[in-house]
């Protein structure tokens, strides 16, 4: 075999891979998106060049860029690379990794990196085999994950590591990203003798949702799945693209739309079901995806009417898992119930204003002298401990009785401010019963 033939036989197999994958950017010049953190003068660009990132896990939506910063990070150092993924990787595989990193640290000096996908999979057990080696500095640890590390992961490895939050992509940089594929004759599609319209781009970008490799993925199967027209050429329309990303592009302008989404929140404010639910199919209709109506409908069902009738927030969450589990026709059954039933109930936005004024003394007031018969007295020295007997455990007292909550500062202070309407009404008579202010 010659050199031509296995440079035809690498082109081959390139072909097989997804171009998702063949275009990870390699280092950060190619880097899209994330500019909050890989800037000019961004800690981790500075990180990166210099070869010093620590310990580190990158959390963000799907297709956002965790794993191929990681990659940036791999082509970036001189050290060794290793990937595991938490869903199929155990305690004898973290230890084989670090006994290597062990060695080559003390043969060759050099650090190893070890990048964890989907981190938040590991469990307790197999998260403390791993703590010694990144507080030793064994290894250097990458995580990558969906999940907020701060909920779902072990304290432990979290506080070790520097935390940076990655956002969805933006539109203008996935048509970006796929206009450099359609260009790029090494990993991307610049070998086809192919064109794509605007349009075509503008729907996938948008339809994405932040997800670059769901944007690649569409475009891909667009550019290999159309028929060339009859001279030879390829030109992927705006129907390829609504076929190859499985959603139509919305039958109006984006002005009408956003008026047509304000008309129908405003409609679930306002209690008027038969405008809300004509204008969630008239959304719906023109190619708007029900799960954003029914996620705005949870907001609502809380924003709108909160307190005055805490079920609407059941009835609309259960919605969502409904049609997430349905989809269409059927999943629109419970959507259009419990749009009904958010418009037909009581309306209160307590919640909203309790939330915000909170907030506003949250960031102004910064009072963290908490009363000490509140504090955590399990790792408080003996003097401090005497303080835990002035906590009254209120089931002593018939599940409620009066101490003192808030700071010193904020003593007295009320956020939520029951009304009349609905559920409230009951909030206030059960505070009057208590003795407490409403």
Not at 8 to 24: C, G, S, T
Not at 28 to 51: C, M, N, P, Y
Request: net charge neutral; charged share 30%.
């Amino acid at each position: 075999m010659d050199l031509f033939d296995l440079a035809k036989e690498k082109n081959q197999e390139n072909k097989l891979v997804p171009l998702a994958e063949r275009m990870r950017a390699r280092n950060l010049s190619e880097f899209l998106g994330q500019e909050h953190i890989v800037s000019e003068t961004g800690l981790l660009r500075r990180a990166i060049k210099l070869d010093r990132l620590g310990s580190c896990i990158f959390w963000g939506p799907p297709g956002c860029g965790k794993t191929t910063l990681a990659n940036v990070v791999a082509n970036s150092t001189d050290g060794k690379f290793v990937k595991l993924n938490a869903v199929n990787s155990g305690v004898a595989d973290v230890k084989r990794v670090v006994d290597e990193a062990q060695t080559n640290a003390k043969l060759y000096g050099k650090k190893t990196y070890l990048l964890l996908d989907e981190c938040h999979r590991f469990n307790k057990t197999q998260s403390d085999s791993l703590l010694p080696a990144i507080e030793k500095g064994d290894i250097i640890f990458i995580g990558s994950t969906t999940e907020n590390p701060y909920a779902s992961m072990t304290p432990a490895i979290v506080s070790r590591c520097r935390v940076f939050e990655l956002k969805r992509l933006s539109e203008e940089n996935i048509a970006k990203a796929l206009k450099k594929a359609l260009l790029d004759k090494e990993r991307g599609l610049g070998n086809y003798d192919l064109t794509v319209d605007d349009e075509a781009i503008a729907h996938i970008a948008k339809t994405a949702a932040g997800d670059l490799r769901v944007a690649y993925n569409a475009l891909e199967l667009a550019a290999l799945t159309t028929e060339p027209e009859s001279d030879g050429k390829i030109r992927v329309t705006l129907k390829d693209a609504e076929e190859s990303i499985q959603q139509k592009a919305l039958s109006y302008d984006e002005s009408l739309y956003y008026d047509i989404l304000s008309a129908f929140c405003k409609s679930l404010r306002g209690s008027d079901a038969d405008a809300a639910l004509y204008y969630m199919q008239r959304l719906i209709e023109g190619g708007c995806d029900p799960l954003l109506l029914a996620r705005r409908l949870v907001v609502h069902s809380a924003e709108d009417v909160g307190m005055a009738d805490p079920n609407a927030l059941v009835v609309a969450t259960n919605a969502l898992v409904a049609f997430q589990n349905l989809g269409l026709p059927e999943g629109l059954i419970p959507l259009s119930e419990a749009i009904i039933y958010v418009c037909e109930a009581e309306k209160s936005n307590t919640v909203v204003e309790a939330m915000y004024a909170a907030k506003e003394d949250a960031v102004r007031v910064k009072d963290d002298n908490i009363p000490a018969h509140l504090k955590n007295y399990e790792f408080a020295s003996k003097e401090d401990k005497k303080l835990k007997s002035l906590y009254k455990y209120p089931h002593d007292y018939g599940g409620w009785c009066e101490q003192q909550y808030l700071p010193d500062e904020l003593k007295g202070k009320r956020y939520y401010n029951p009304k009349d309407n609905g559920y409230e009404k009951t909030v206030k008579e059960i505070r009057k019963r208590k003795g407490k202010k409403s």
